[in-house]
Every structure is written in structure tokens, then in C-alpha cells.
């Protein structure tokens, strides 16, 4: 028989052991509760499914499904977004299917060729008056049954250059009348000044008032005639002059075909264009206005004293 200083007693070692395995026990319900509660996955099953929104993001980029072609879209910007400016912008200019050009016109208003009475500009003088008689003057237009017509200052009339001019011409008192210039009023008449027929002046003011202050500019009236040409007195082939009648505008320059091109003709004081050696005589003329417009005449026999209506005349500006 073994000494009882070398044996436990039985029942101590039931009490260690009956604690321990109780302890496991609880333990393992514990992990069984845990692991088996309803929604409860490994934390590797959850990373996997879930990924974590604290996590940095992948070097790999993430495959996105293929976009539909079209033009690429735009990046956004990287400034920070501010109040919605609106814009405008200009309207679209129209086509020319959609909206037809208007036609062009066949000069332009500068005047380029004018002397000294230029369009838009206004003009200071006086205004006299002398009988007009029939309306012929200086000019050599011939009779006329209108007789608002003016005499011009030696001046303005720049060797008969403002022959045919049509001038409003306004007093102080804000009456005007429209006048046609056919004549040149010779010194004292001064820069300025318009001898008006009484016929004209009578439009303004009284005749015993004599001379009065006017304004007077020029214009570019509506007209149906049409221009005429006449070849003075003595005309033929080898000497000529030619004369045009019922421009609109004043006239500039008057040229004569050649045959291998326009030679432009002198101007006299009497309102003639000169050929002394006959070139052009009875040919084709090409008028010209102060405004630059240029018109053809053809088919104008060289029959002197002779008044021959063409088809053409200037433009109105």
C-alpha cells in the first residue's frame, strides 16, 4: 500500500477538473452563438463582399463597361464651380440661301470726282435774284418753261462744272426751294452766293427785300427723264462739241470712244465738251458723275443742234 504523503485525495482532483471543463464549455457556446448569429459572416468573407470605404484606393484601375462612341466627354474643370454666368451671343448671320443680299448699289455716296460742291455739306451766302427770261443762261441748256432756276458765283461754278445742279437753298424764315443752276453770276458775286430767278427768290422771300442770308446744299432729286446729248452748231467729223442735258447728278467728266479705249474731252466754261482734232465725233460716249457712276451712250448721230434722248441716266443718291 502507497503512503498518503505520495496520493491526493480523489475527491480534490474532481474539483479542478469539473471548473475547467464547465469553463470550456461556456467558451465554446460563446463562439458558437457568435459565429452562427443571423447576417454574421467571417471578417474575410465581409472584406471580400464589402471593401472597405476607410481602405486606400487600388494602383490597379477598376474595368468599367465600354462606352457608347461619340465625341469624348468634356473633363470637368478644376476650378470651383461659381454662380451660372448667362452670355450672350451674337445671332448667326443668316445664309445666303435663307436671306437674299440686297442688290448693291452702282456708286458710292463720296463723291470722288466732286469740285467744289460736294454732297452733304452745307453752304453759306446770300441769295439775289435777276429775270431769268426764258431759263437759258451761261450753261447753254437752251429755253426752258421751269424757271426755278439760279445763276451760280463765278466761284461754285468752277468753269461750268456745276452746270446742272440741282440746290436746295433755305432763308431764315425756314422757307426753300429746289433750283437748277443754267447760268454764272459773274463778280461781285461772291463765294456762296446763288442770283436765283424771281420766279425762285419769290419762294423765299419778297422781291423788294433784294438779298437776304441763305443756306443752300446739294441734291440728288427724282427725275424720270432720261440723259440727252446735243453736238453744238458746226459739229463734224473732224470738230466737234458735245453737250449732255438732264443728268441728275453734275457731271464730271465726258469721254469719247477711241477704238482702243475712252479719251476724255475738255470742258468749256460754256458747258461743251471740246474734240478740236474730231476723234470720237459721232461715236460712243461714256458719261461720268461726281459720284463715280459711269453710263455708256451709243447710237447718237453727229447731227449738231440736234436734242437726242438716250436710255440711261444716273443714280439717285
Known amino acids: 500500500m502507497a503512503s498518503r504523503s505520495h496520493r491526493r485525495p480523489p475527491h480534490r482532483r474532481r474539483s479542478v477538473l469539473v471548473p475547467l471543463i464547465a469553463l470550456s464549455a461556456v467558451a465554446l457556446l460563446v463562439a458558437l452563438v457568435v459565429a452562427l448569429r443571423p447576417g454574421a459572416e467571417p471578417d474575410t468573407v465581409?472584406?471580400?463582399?464589402?471593401?472597405?470605404?476607410?481602405?486606400?484606393?487600388?494602383?490597379?484601375?477598376?474595368?468599367?463597361?465600354?462606352?457608347?462612341?461619340?465625341?469624348?466627354?468634356?473633363?470637368?474643370?478644376?476650378?470651383?464651380?461659381?454662380?451660372?454666368?448667362?452670355?450672350?451671343?451674337?445671332?448667326?448671320?443668316?445664309?445666303?440661301?435663307?436671306?437674299?443680299?440686297?442688290?448693291?448699289?452702282?456708286?458710292?455716296?463720296?463723291?470722288?470726282?466732286?469740285?467744289?460742291?460736294?454732297?452733304?455739306?452745307?453752304?453759306?451766302?446770300?441769295?439775289?435774284?435777276?429775270?431769268?427770261?426764258?431759263?437759258?443762261?451761261?450753261?447753254?441748256?437752251?429755253?426752258?418753261?421751269?424757271?426755278?432756276?439760279?445763276?451760280?458765283?463765278?466761284?461754285?461754278?468752277?468753269?461750268?462744272?456745276?452746270?446742272?445742279?440741282?440746290?436746295?437753298?433755305?432763308?431764315?424764315?425756314?422757307?426753300?426751294?429746289?433750283?437748277?443752276?443754267?447760268?454764272?453770276?459773274?463778280?461781285?458775286?461772291?463765294?456762296?452766293?446763288?442770283?436765283?430767278?424771281?420766279?425762285?427768290?419769290?419762294?423765299?422771300?419778297?422781291?423788294?427785300?433784294?438779298r437776304i442770308p441763305v443756306t443752300w446744299s446739294l441734291l440728288s432729286p427724282s427725275t424720270s427723264e432720261k440723259v440727252s446729248i446735243r453736238y453744238k452748231t458746226g459739229s463734224s467729223r473732224h470738230w466737234c462739241a458735245v453737250q449732255a442735258l438732264g443728268h441728275r447728278n453734275p457731271l464730271a467728266r465726258l469721254e469719247v470712244s477711241t477704238g482702243s479705249g475712252w479719251r476724255a474731252l475738255t470742258r468749256t466754261e460754256y458747258n461743251y465738251f471740246l474734240s478740236p482734232d474730231g476723234t470720237g465725233c459721232g461715236g460712243p460716249l461714256r458719261l461720268t458723275d461726281i459720284y463715280g457712276e459711269q453710263l455708256t451712250v451709243e447710237g447718237i448721230a453727229l447731227s449738231p443742234d440736234t436734242v437726242q434722248r438716250s436710255r440711261v441716266q444716273f443714280a439717285r443718291h
Request: aromatic share 4%; hydrophobic share 30%.
Open 46 to 210: 465581409r472584406a471580400a463582399a464589402e471593401p472597405s470605404t476607410s481602405s486606400p484606393a487600388s494602383a490597379t484601375p477598376t474595368p468599367t463597361a465600354p462606352r457608347a462612341t461619340g465625341s469624348p466627354k468634356p473633363k470637368p474643370s478644376a476650378k470651383t464651380p461659381g454662380p451660372a454666368r448667362t452670355t450672350t451671343r451674337p445671332p448667326a448671320r443668316p445664309s445666303p440661301a435663307a436671306s437674299p443680299r440686297p442688290a448693291p448699289r452702282a456708286v458710292s455716296d463720296s463723291a470722288p470726282l466732286a469740285g467744289r460742291i460736294k454732297p452733304g455739306t452745307t453752304y453759306k451766302g446770300v441769295a439775289t435774284h435777276y429775270d431769268a427770261a426764258d431759263g437759258d443762261g451761261a450753261c447753254l441748256y437752251g429755253p426752258s418753261p421751269d424757271l426755278m432756276v439760279a445763276a451760280m458765283n463765278t466761284t461754285d461754278y468752277e468753269t461750268s462744272k456745276a452746270c446742272g445742279a440741282y440746290v436746295l437753298v433755305r432763308a431764315a424764315n425756314g422757307a426753300s426751294v429746289t433750283v437748277r443752276v443754267t447760268n454764272e453770276c459773274p463778280l461781285p458775286c461772291a463765294p456762296g452766293q446763288l442770283d436765283l430767278s424771281k420766279e425762285a427768290f419769290a419762294k423765299l422771300a419778297g422781291l423788294s427785300a433784294g
